[in-house]
């Protein structure tokens, strides 16, 4: 079945330092992916996603690329702030209506 | 637009009652979602709504859980009687008429004692 495989946190970071959270996928089909984010006492919101191979989503300074031949979406960006102090989840979505999300990272900035 | 509102944001409850979560969707909205995270693993799908019918209740872990949606617009999810492992945080979205179009909602912690 569908499942994502989501790098276990927590990650603590120093502000400016570069970010990578690791996220892999198992499929039938061609799923889109996701990443979502929730800050502290806040919902899920959408951060990027991508809906097909070597698409790359892009917002607020984070880049995934999807890679079919690996089977990843991994998270990057280049120097995190402390605002970026918050949960991700990893997801995908194939055909059907729901998400499959991963176990969620949890990545505290310090300044 | 208003978001997706759930509440209570926090439940305490003890084993063997009940508890009732509610969540509003944004108005218009006809999908309607439940998710839920126990402790540290992943959020997983409940079910889904479209306006007052379940479309896809696979989600749901046996029948001590019951959702409703009255007249297509909020939805209500009982658990009862609850069990301690039914502590978890429980989310629900909504869409108009995309799925990939979801707005969450912020959560109910549910904690069961």
């Known amino acids: 079945g569908d499942s994502v495989t989501q790098m276990e946190g927590p990650v603590t970071l120093s502000e400016e330092a570069f970010l990578t959270i690791n996220c892999t996928y198992t499929?039938?089909?061609?799923?889109?992916l996701f990443w979502y984010v929730q800050y502290p006492g806040e919902g899920l919101q959408l951060l990027l996603k991508?809906?097909?191979?070597?698409d790359k989503g892009s917002n607020k300074g984070f880049e995934a690329t999807y890679r079919k031949e690996t089977t990843s979406f991994h998270l990057e960006k280049g120097s995190v702030q402390v605002s970026d102090s918050a949960v991700y989840f990893c997801?995908?979505?194939?055909?059907?209506?729901?998400?499959?999300f991963g176990t969620g990272t949890r990545l505290t900035v310090i300044p | 637009e208003a978001g997706v509102t759930q509440f209570p944001s926090h439940s305490v409850i003890e084993k063997g009652q009940t508890v009732t979560l509610r969540c509003d969707p944004i108005?218009?909205?006809?999908?309607l979602y439940w998710y839920r995270r126990v402790m540290g693993k992943e959020i997983k799908f409940l079910l889904h709504?479209?306006?007052?019918?379940?479309?896809?209740e696979s989600g749901m872990p046996n029948n001590r859980f019951l959702a409703e949606r009255t007249g297509g617009t909020y939805s209500t999810l009982k658990v009862q009687p609850a069990e301690l492992e039914d502590s978890g945080v429980y989310f629900c979205?909504?869409?108009?008429?995309?799925?990939?179009?979801?707005?969450f909602g912020s959560g109910t912690r549910l904690t069961v004692v």
């Open positions: 991508a809906t097909k191979a070597d």
């Open positions: 997801a995908l979505q194939t055909g059907a209506n729901n998400l499959f």
């Open positions: 108005s218009g909205h006809d999908n």
């Open positions: 979205a909504s869409s108009h008429n995309s799925p990939r179009g979801y707005t």
């Open positions: 499929a039938t089909g061609y799923p889109s």
């Open positions: 709504f479209v306006k007052e019918s379940k479309q896809d």
